[in-house]
């Protein structure tokens, strides 16, 4: 699989819940790390989900938020993964910022270059990213 | 908190109803306008979120679409907010549009430059940001 | 209507399953293709919904990833749309990539120039639009 989706964790199901339409499924990576998805129950039929079952998320790096400061306050998004800058790359309107997290994963974020400034995003801060779990796909292996 | 996403509204839940695994939530701000966020129902219980409490909606300027002609359609999306262009900032590929509402808010959006060449952005004139429900973050001050 | 999501697609509903809070719409388009969109329950009964109406498919050019070799692996997203590369523009940091499909439509994605690198992507090469069905935004004319 060749994709444009920046992030790509790959896991095992360790939970699943379903509804009429909608499914939450969490992912536990092997650095460590959960990541929490939300598809459609079709989906989940489809590529035969299960608890247990191996899979990789994949993620857009314009789906993810980075934060510099989570202090007082707590998000509905499912996923907020912490680690360390360890890259940003400016553009004139966009930029993209790479946060290494302590399990070894990296996730690449595409935000807007005011936004970098804003937090005083530089290599080396520590940083938050910030993901919904209605920007998470979840990928089977044939 | 500092975040990367570039709107940020404050407000009071006006409105809740939780499905299985999905649950809507309607925030109405202190500048008259209403945004509706559909997040899981595990956020739901997570953040304690209930009619009355003060609550932060977080939107990233990627998912903001900008709309200069609405007449004769109706959209999906939840949050339809229209105001006048405040500013216009265009890199190579991609555009930053800064859009002010009536009740003093502003929306930023970031859309392809093509598109605002297209729907012939420029400040001052009259135009909607369109924001799927399933783009918002809802944030609880601890 | 004019709005800057630089995907646009006209169809007629031809599955519709509702939950308590979201529904799950599925779009034949007039080139021959599907599109499944995830929406409120609200927005069916806003919008009234049903097999055999007439609507449009939006898509942010954001949330389109491209796919340029998909062996080996299914994906939860629901919509996978297979053409080819008909045009590629380069900024700094993001790259618009068009894809035309087989029955005569046009895909727009925003990816990172990064990834155009590493997929590469160029005119002329087979490529698969990724779009998940939350990202689907369904008009109806008035």
């Known amino acids: 699989m060749k994709i444009s989706a920046r992030n790509s ?4 199901i360790s939970a699943l ?16 790390d959960k990541l929490v998805a939300t598809i459609t129950q079709g989906s989940v039929q489809t590529l035969g989900l299960a608890v247990g ?27 907020c993964l912490t680690g360390t800058v360890k890259k940003l790359a400016q553009g004139p309107v966009s930029a993209e910022v790479i946060i290494a997290l302590p399990g070894g994963a990296e996730i690449f974020a595409s935000i807007t270059r005011d936004a970098t400034t804003e937090l005083g995003i530089k290599e080396g801060v520590a940083a938050t990213a910030v993901i919904k779990a209605s920007s998470v796909i979840i990928g089977v292996k044939n």
Chains 1, 2, 3 share one sequence.
């Open 17 to 32: 819940s379903s509804g009429p339409v909608s499914a939450e499924v969490e992912i536990s990576t092997a650095g460590g």
């Open 9 to 12: 964790f790959e896991g095992t």
């Open 53 to 79: 079952k191996p899979v990789v998320a994949l993620v857009k790096a314009s789906n993810v938020m980075v934060m510099t400061d989570g202090s007082g306050v707590k998000l509905s998004a499912r996923n």
